[in-house]
């Protein structure tokens, strides 16, 4: 089984590498672009098949390391 | 006084603290961080800059785990001392011993530089030889240190006199340097035995080398 893992600034926490990929791809013409917020994706591969336990698991990690609740959100997939 | 110095793989400011406090007339001993115990009857911890397992994942956030970090933390909730400098106050915010976090500075650069900092609370070990409002000049080297905490956190800091230093010019009036949140430089708990900082005390010891003013800081330490 596979978690993926995506953690971001939280919304109200500016983003300044967001901010400047943003300012970047404007000075390149993409005109539409509104918002741009860079994170990170971590991708775990887990040794079981219970979905229920894999995500209490995952949450977990993310709750202890993968994620700093103090600045930042995340999402779990589990497929 | 006896100061522990914590070395984490990646740790690169343990020899200047170690100097510095050496200097000061102290004795210490660098911990490695598979260390489980504090050495015997120390004074204070010093949590040393650098770059702990490689700033991966988010500056600090392994370092925490370190074996060595549950006896700091056991010894900071029976009162002991502990002083994060830089990557030090990254790992201390990791590991939830003081409040807020540090992100990315918000002009992405590593900034590296002289920094006039204003002492905002001296009622505490690590200020108390400084005066509230001194403008101090002390080195700054980092790219994550755009302090963060959300409003709430930011009364209580307040209202409790948590925050130690502000990035300011030289008449004390707060700068922006990183992002910090209202300028903050430096924190300590609700208790005032835990203190971090971004600047580098450790590296403003002599005047000829640019500033002393961080010979006072550490001096605190001693009452």
Same mark, same amino acid.
């Not at chain 2, 015997?40 to 925490?64: H, K, W």
């Not at chain 2, 106050?89 to 918000?106: S, Y």
């Not at chain 2, 963060?148 to 009364?155: K, L, M, R, S």
């Given at each position: 089984?596979? /978690? ?14 967001? @901010?400047?990929?943003? +300012? *970047?791809?404007?000075?390149? $013409?993409?005109?539409? &672009? ?5 994170? @990170? ?5 887990? =040794? ?18 993968? /994620? =700093? ?11 | ?23 000061? $007339? ?6 490695? +961080?598979?260390?489980? @115990? ?32 549950? *006896? &700091?933390? *056991?010894?900071?909730?029976?009162? #002991? ?6 990557? !030090? ?19 992405? +650069?590593?900034?590296? @530089?002289?920094? =006039? ?15 509230? #409002? ?7 080297? +980092? ?12 009364? /209580?800091?307040?209202?409790? #006199? ?7 010019? *030289?008449? !004390?009036?707060?700068?922006? &340097?990183? #992002? ?29 080398? $640019?500033?002393?003013? !961080? ?9």
């Amino acid at each position: 089984m596979t /978690a993926i893992v995506n953690v971001f600034l939280k919304e109200g926490v500016l983003d300044p590498q967001g @901010k400047a990929a943003h +300012h *970047a791809l404007e000075s390149l $013409g993409f005109g539409d &672009v509104e918002d741009v917020r860079i994170g @990170k994706q971590i991708v775990i591969k887990l =040794n079981t098949d219970d979905k229920v336990k894999a995500e209490a698991e995952v949450k977990e990690m993310c709750e202890t390391l993968l /994620a =700093n609740t103090v600045i930042e959100d995340y999402t779990i997939e589990i497929a | 006084m006896k100061v522990a110095v914590l070395r984490f793989p990646g740790t690169n400011c343990e020899f200047d603290t170690q100097y510095a406090f050496d200097k000061l $007339g102290h004795t210490t001993e660098l911990v490695w +961080h598979e260390e489980e @115990k504090l050495p015997e009857s120390i004074d204070l911890v010093v949590v040393p800059g650098g770059f702990s397992y490689g700033d991966y994942l988010r500056s600090g956030s392994i370092a925490r785990f370190s074996p060595v970090m549950k *006896a &700091v933390k *056991a010894y900071a909730e029976e009162g #002991g001392r502990v002083l994060g400098i830089c990557n !030090g106050f990254q790992i201390l915010t990791e590991a939830g011993m003081l409040p807020g976090a540090l992100k990315r500075n918000n002009n992405l +650069h590593f900034i590296s @530089k002289y920094q =006039n900092l204003c002492v905002i609370n001296n009622d505490n070990a690590f200020l108390n030889r400084c005066d509230k #409002g001194e403008v101090l000049n002390i080195p700054i080297a +980092h790219a994550d240190g755009n302090y963060y905490i959300d409003d709430e956190g930011f009364q /209580a800091l307040e209202a409790n #006199g948590q925050i130690l230093l502000r990035y300011s010019d *030289a008449e !004390g009036n707060p700068v922006v &340097v990183n #992002g910090s949140v209202t300028s903050i430089a430096g924190v300590c708990n609700a208790s005032k035995n835990v203190y971090g900082l971004m600047p580098h005390p450790e590296r403003a010891l002599e005047a000829l080398l $640019g500033s002393e003013d !961080g010979v006072r800081m550490l001096k605190g330490f001693e009452s």
